[in-house]
């Protein structure tokens, strides 16, 4: 944890219940030890769409449907969600959980490569959320960046792995030299790239919000 566990449940203890269908899927998340968005990540995702009201969504890394249908579910008006998952179980579970809440005509959910189904995409959007495998971020961004319209927002999540990010190689075990050294690569063009302009936020498990300028 980057913010020590006690605050991060007092903030969290302070959010409204979620509803029944959400539960439902927090616990399926859990029991197949599926990784889904924590709550910090949740409340800030949804500020940002209130905030910014996209209408056209992308997300890469789709899991079992839990994190596109916070989003659309925060959003009233014609707002739809492309999501990307290369898990074919997880990819099916999502079909099913956006069936189950009713918005499979709002969110469409693509199997495959997110590098493959993203050249495929012919189309641009205002809000892109990344959170699939952290050392192929640096792989999709130029692709964000192409299909993000101007103003449009977009959030990275997990960029800082529990902290570790921020320590230097040599404390880090030798299996995460590799996403280690990607993520701070990332994070540096983020920061100085001259199309977006990036805020690193030490909330959840380290989060980037962008506008592309
Ligand atoms: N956003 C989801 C949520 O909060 O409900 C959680 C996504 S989970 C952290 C990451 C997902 O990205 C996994 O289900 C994984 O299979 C998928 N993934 C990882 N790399 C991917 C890629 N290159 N293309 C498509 N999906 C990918």
């Given at each position: 944890m980057i913010v020590e566990e006690h605050v991060a449940a007092f903030i969290n203890s302070l959010n409204a219940e979620a509803s029944l269908l959400i539960l439902e899927l927090e616990r399926e998340a859990h029991e197949h030890h599926v990784p889904i968005i924590r709550p910090e990540i949740r409340e800030l995702l949804c500020f940002l769409l209130r905030l910014h009201r996209p209408q056209r969504i992308l997300e890469i890394g789709?899991?079992?449907g839990y994190s596109s249908i916070i989003m659309r579910q925060a959003l009233e008006g014609d707002v739809k969600i492309d999501t990307i998952e290369r898990n074919m179980g997880r990819y099916e579970r999502a079909v099913d959980n956006i069936k189950r809440a009713g918005l499979q005509e709002d969110i469409m959910v693509h199997y495959g490569d997110a590098l493959d189904v993203l050249a495929t995409l012919d189309k641009s959007y205002d809000f892109i959320f990344m959170d699939a495998a952290k050392g192929q971020y640096h792989h999709f961004l130029e692709l964000c960046i192409d299909k993000l319209l101007k103003n449009g927002m977009l959030v990275c999540d997990n960029v800082l792995q529990e902290g570790s990010v921020?320590?230097?190689?040599?404390?880090?075990s030798r299996r995460d030299h590799t996403v280690h050294g990607r993520m701070r690569e990332y994070l540096y063009e983020m920061k100085h790239s001259t199309c977006l302009d990036t805020v690193i936020l030490p909330v959840g498990d380290g989060v980037t919000v962008s506008r592309k300028c």
């Open positions: 789709t899991a079992i921020a320590q230097s190689r040599y404390a880090v």
